[in-house]
C-alpha cells in the first residue's frame, strides 16, 4: 500500500506561517492547524506531506517534525534535493498544505535512556533537534553526545541554538567535518562542549569522546553514512541490531528526507 493511498484521507490541513533559510540548501517550513493527533507527537516522528500543484495535489513526500513536540507549530527542516524539496522555499504564508501524522518510532522512549549517543549525517540531524529541543523544554538530565557529520561548516544550521543547548543540557556535540583541513579554528572556549573532528565518523572519534557500549545510541543519515557507522560501531563491539536507524535519503516517492 501506498503512502498516498493508505492516508490520502487522513490528511489534515495545514497553513504555512513561514519558510526561513537555514543554509545554502535547506530551509525551515512552519505550519499551523494541526488537529489533536498532532498534540500528541512525540519527539523524532515525521509527517507525511502534500502541497498543491498547478494540476492539483501533489504526492506524499515524508519529512522528520524537527520542532519540540510541545511546539504549537509543526516545525519542518526540508533539503533541496528534488523538484519537490525544491519548491519548499517558494511557499508562501496563508497556503494550504496536507499533512498526515504523526507517523514513526524512530525516538520512541528515547526520555528513559540515561546516555544516549546521537549520530547523525547532514539533514539527518532533524529528529535529533526535535529531542535536544524537546529536552530542553523539559529540563532533561540525560547525558547526551551528539556527533554530526557534515562536509563542512557550511552545511551546519542551529549552530547557535545547539551552542546554547550545550550549557543548559547534559550535551556533548561533536561536529565531523570531512572537507576541511583546519577544524579546531571553529572551537570557541565559551562553549567546551563544542567540539571538532577532521574526516568522517569514526571509530577512534568515537572513543576520543567517551562512547560506551552501554549507551542507548541511535543513527540517522545518507545510507553509506549509516552502514560505515555501524561498521565502526562494530568494531568497538556494539552489537549493530542494537541501535536505532532512521533513513534519510531522496527518492521521489516516498522515501524520507
Known amino acids: 500500500m501506498t503512502a498516498k493511498s493508505a492516508g490520502q484521507d487522513q490528511m489534515n490541513i495545514c497553513t504555512v506561517v513561514k519558510v526561513v533559510p537555514e543554509n545554502y540548501d535547506i530551509n525551515s517550513l512552519y505550519l499551523e492547524g494541526s488537529d489533536e493527533k498532532f498534540a500528541s ?3 523524532g516522528q515525521f509527517v507525511s506531506v502534500r502541497i498543491m500543484r498547478p494540476d492539483g495535489w501533489s504526492e506524499p513526500h515524508p519529512f522528520t517534525m524537527a520542532g519540540a513536540p510541545e511546539d504549537p507549530i509543526l516545525h519542518l527542516t526540508i533539503k533541496k534535493e ?22 514513526g518510532i524512530f525516538c ?17 540531524i532533524t529528529p535529533f533537534l526535535s529531542v535536544l ?4 523544554n523539559i529540563k532533561a538530565g540525560n547525558k ?37 583541513d583546519d ?13 571538532y573532528e577532521k574526516g568522517r565518523l569514526s571509530g577512534d572519534i568515537l572513543k576520543r569522546h567517551g562512547v560506551a557500549q ?11 553514512m549509516m552502514e560505515a557507522a555501524l561498521k565502526e560501531l562494530d568494531n568497538l563491539h556494539v552489537d549493530p541490531s542494537a541501535v536505532k ?7 521521489e516517492s516516498s522515501q524520507k528526507v
Not at 147 to 162: G, L, M, Q, R, T
Not at 245 to 251: H, I, R, S
Request: charged fraction near 20%; include cysteine.
Open 82 to 103: 528534488g523538484q519537490f524539496t525544491s519548491a519548499i522555499p517558494d511557499l508562501k504564508p496563508g497556503t494550504p498544505v496536507k499533512c498526515m501524522g504523526p507517523l
Open 144 to 180: 547526551v553526545t551528539l556527533f554530526w557529520a557534515n562536509k563542512a561548516i557550511a552545511d551546519v544550521f542551529s549552530a547557535n541554538e545547539i551552542e546554547e543547548m550545550t550549557q543548559e543540557l547534559s550535551l556533548t556535540v561533536v561536529h565531523c567535518l570531512s572537507r576541511e
Open 133 to 136: 529541543r524537546h529536552f530542553k
Open 108 to 124: 520512541r522512549d528515547i526520555d528513559t535512556k540515561p546516555v544516549i549517543v546521537m549520530m547523525a549525517g547532514g539533514v539527518g
Open 41 to 43: 507527537r512525540k519527539a
Open 214 to 224: 552501554d549507551a542507548a545510541f541511535f543513527l540517522c543519515g545518507p545510507p553509506p
Open 183 to 195: 577544524v579546531q579554528r571553529h572551537f570557541q572556549q565559551q562553549y567546551p562542549h563544542i567540539r
Open 245 to 251: 536507524q532512521e533513513n534519510f535519503t531522496w527518492q
